[in-house]
T-cell receptor
């Protein structure tokens, strides 16, 4: 398996534009997590899904952020409209529910100018 | 106060030194994870602990549930161990609460 695949790896966009980040979890994993990492706040959980259903989105900063998981092999994190303070590295991770190890994607480095 | 505290924040060491990174937490947990983030940004899961001690190569992780404390030890450190080490706890859900990380640099 290729691991958790995120795209794009880097994204630079102008303030106000819509940004969509994509994640393909490891096949068979039924839990998927979106994290954000910044220098100021470190790693933070934004939202996680079990069996494609959002379980906890309390970490989503505000209504500009939305996440979907239309099927077991794909998830998106959308920011609309984007703001400079959204600049961060966004990680997706997947896990077999109850298993010890979570596997992280390489991250998407987002810069909003 | 953060629910998960790591110390030190930054650590430099000479090759072959024994290294200890500490993690304290203030919530009830079902498990604790140690993660490694390489300079390129990739994150790798090193250990998941719910009690006792685990060893993998030169890495040893211990946890004391009563004291709400975990340590990550690296024996015979090497420059390739240079990375950010992150402690994260599972507070009885699948959700991870992260420490701020310890940046380790090992010099030859």
């Amino acid at each position: 398996d290729a691991g958790v695949i995120q795209s794009p790896r880097h994204e630079v966009t102008e303030m106000g534009q819509e940004v969509t980040l994509r994640c393909k979890p490891i096949s068979g994993h039924n839990s998927l997590f979106w994290y954000r990492q910044t220098m100021m706040r470190g790693l933070e959980l934004l939202i996680y899904f079990n069996n494609n259903v959002p379980i906890d989105d309390s970490g989503m900063p505000e209504d500009r952020f939305s996440a979907k998981m239309p099927n077991a092999s794909f998830s998106t994190l959308k920011i609309q409209p984007s703001e400079p303070r959204d600049s961060a590295v966004y990680f997706c991770a997947s896990r077999l529910q109850g298993a010890p190890e979570a596997f992280f994607g390489q991250g998407t480095r987002l810069t909003v100018v | 106060k953060n629910e998960v505290e790591q110390s030190p924040q930054n650590l430099t060491a000479q090759e072959e030194e024994f290294i200890t990174i500490n993690c304290s937490y203030s919530v009830g947990i079902s498990a604790l994870h140690w993660l490694q983030q390489h300079p390129g940004g990739g994150i790798v899961s090193l250990f998941m602990l719910s009690s006792g001690k685990k060893k993998h190569g030169r890495l040893i992780a211990t946890i004391n549930i009563q004291e709400k404390h975990s340590s990550l030890h690296i024996t015979a450190s090497h420059p390739r161990d240079s990375a950010v080490y992150i402690c994260a706890v599972e507070a009885n859900t699948d959700k991870l609460i992260f420490g701020t990380g310890t940046r380790l640099q090992v010099f030859p």
